[in-house]
């Protein structure tokens, strides 16, 4: 091995609680659109985004201090410095656009669309990070690719006319994508010093500040109360899911992570589904056809064999 693989950061190698932590983060980030999409219309995105961030980063910061978990972040030097910016800067749009998103396609399109976020982390950690895939694992993302597809047909004509409101929603998701892998990739390397905790904290004040001129908090006075269930929801969910997320790098390859994160839409259809029965005033059922619904499905087996396969060794 050589010196600069010394430096990079390896997993634990307990890999089944790398793969139940990635789910905790699906299961999480399943439900996050649906709220987002109820709350935008009493709230604004940057507002709904610095409030995530602001009770993320308390709640974070109560346990971080007691056990002096800045310490390594103070004492890290400009190297330590320049990845929780890059960190920052990325999960900060990604929020952002992510939010912006929902004006224009459905909870369920958003989180087929953000399946490219996984995939631009997959590329990265083959870069930076040097790992490989098995046969299995491109047979995974193969099948992913075609549901995609499968599940966007009835869009296609509109999309290539470009005529179709779909078109804003997937070039804000492409931003979201490739600033989220950016994101995680920092965060990765990050965790050969800090704690996942550490990491998290500073990056939710920091970019709690780095929004509060843009963000009008005041807005959270006028909310109903099923603004306000929507609201406390959406920054548990925050605290909940990347912590998951975060933990999950711990112990897995990213690579493997980032494929399991593709059955997130699976989630996020069903409670659209469930939801508009439970709730139709607060939730809007969508349509979906056998083909769309078949291409979730691939999109759940792509993921499936990508996360069940074992990466080869590194060179």
Not at 178 to 200: D, E, G, N
Not at 246 to 258: D, F, P, T
Not at 286 to 295: A, R, Y
Request: proline content about 4%; hydrophobic content about 55%; some cysteine.
């Amino acid at each position: 091995m050589t010196d600069g693989a010394r430096e990079l950061h390896v997993t634990t190698g307990r890999w089944r609680l790398g793969l139940a932590l990635s789910l905790g983060a699906v299961f999480m980030w399943g439900l996050l659109p649906i709220a987002l999409s109820g709350l935008l219309d009493q709230m604004g995105a940057l507002t709904i985004t610095w409030y995530r961030f602001v009770v993320a980063g308390v709640v974070l910061a109560i346990p971080v201090l007691r056990s002096r978990g800045l310490a390594p972040v103070l004492g890290g030097g400009r190297h330590v410095i320049g990845l929780l910016a890059i960190a920052a800067a990325g999960l900060v749009a990604n929020y952002v656009l992510y939010v912006l998103s929902l004006n224009f396609v459905s909870p369920s399109a958003a989180q087929i669309i953000i399946q490219l976020a996984p995939m631009c982390l997959l590329l990265g950690s083959l870069l930076v990070f040097r790992e490989r895939l098995v046969a299995i694992q491109r047979v995974g993302l193969g099948l992913l690719f075609v549901g995609l597809l499968l599940f966007f047909n009835e869009d296609l004509p509109a999309l290539g006319s470009g005529r179709s409101p779909l078109l804003a929603g997937l070039a804000l998701l492409l931003g979201a994508a490739v600033t989220w892998a950016c994101y995680a990739l920092a965060q990765k390397q990050l965790l050969r010093t800090l704690s996942s905790s550490s990491i998290m904290m500073v990056i939710y004040l920091v970019s709690a500040v780095a929004l509060l001129p843009f963000a009008r908090p005041a807005q959270a006075a006028s909310l109903d109360a099923t603004g306000l269930v929507l609201l406390a929801f959406l920054a548990l969910n925050t605290l909940a899911a990347y912590g998951c997320f975060s933990e999950a790098l711990q112990h897995l390859e990213a690579s493997r992570v980032s494929v399991v994160l593709a059955l997130t839409p699976v989630v996020t259809i069903a409670a659209v589904t469930l939801g508009s029965r439970v709730l139709p005033s607060l939730i809007t059922k969508e349509h979906l056809s056998v083909i769309s619904l078949l291409g979730a499905g691939l999109v759940v087996a792509g993921s499936m064999l990508g996360a069940l396969g074992r990466p080869a060794d590194r060179p």
